[in-house]
């Protein structure tokens, strides 16, 4: 049982670069997030999808889209990178809001850096 | 203002001591509340969850609801140094907000 899988674990992109990062789950849970994480600040929600075929933003959305490709799968795509979006990239996953399910279960995390 | 709020620390400890952390919330429609616990490079991982007013303990952890108050906290007893962690508070209203994160550290 793998859990909430990330893709890639590490990646270095240019400016103006364009890139997704694949985050896919395993345990048929409804809600699906993208968090990035950067020092000092916590984990700050980029988009939450609260079932299939659902997204919404979050609280850091601006130069990022998403993707609810299936129950399984949720997508973050960066267009054209910054030097502002050089963080952490957390995905993950959790049964959802309506049964008021405690377990969120976290991706291993994507360390991003643009140059 | 963030809609989850941590003292971000560190908060230094002895080993054995009770270590408390804090949160506060600014939602009052938040009816879950969550504790994790994140090691330096690494995902978090739920430590605690609570939803009721009151105490709710798992072992050397006990976490604290006042939804009145809109306070959250989390208790380590004996704390540990393998307890030397950030620990980060979230509240579940539509979406899951996590606090900035109180950084724990134990000494001996």
């Known amino acids: 049982n793998a859990g909430v899988t990330q893709t890639p674990k590490f990646q270095v992109l240019k400016t103006g670069q364009s890139m997704t990062l694949q985050c896919a789950q395993d345990m048929n849970h409804n809600s699906m997030y993208w968090y990035r994480q950067d020092p000092g600040m916590g984990l700050r929600l980029i988009y939450y999808?609260?079932?299939?075929?659902?997204?919404d933003k979050g609280e850091v959305p601006n130069g990022y889209n998403v993707s609810r490709l299936n129950k399984r799968e949720f997508s973050l795509r960066l267009e054209s990178a910054a030097p502002s979006q050089t963080s952490v990239y957390f995905c993950?996953?959790?049964?959802?809001?309506?049964?008021?399910?405690?377990?969120?279960?976290f991706g291993q995390g994507t360390r991003l850096t643009v140059v | 203002q963030k809609e989850v709020e941590q003292n971000s620390g560190p908060l230094s400890v002895p080993e054995g001591a009770i270590a408390s952390l804090n949160c506060t919330y600014s939602d009052r429609g938040s009816q879950s509340f969550f504790w994790y616990r994140q090691y330096s490079g690494k995902s978090p991982e739920l430590i605690m969850f609570i939803y009721s007013n009151g105490d709710k303990e798992d072992g050397r952890f006990t976490a604290q609801l006042n939804k009145a108050s809109q306070y959250v906290s989390l208790l380590i007893r004996d704390s540990q140094p393998s307890d030397s962690a950030t620990y980060l508070c979230?509240?579940?209203?539509?979406?899951?907000?996590f606090g900035t994160g109180t950084r724990l550290q134990v000494f001996p």
């Open positions: 979230a509240a579940d209203t539509d979406k899951l907000i």
């Open positions: 993950a996953s959790s049964e959802g809001i309506i049964d008021r399910t405690p377990w969120a279960f």
């Open positions: 999808s609260a079932s299939e075929g659902t997204t």
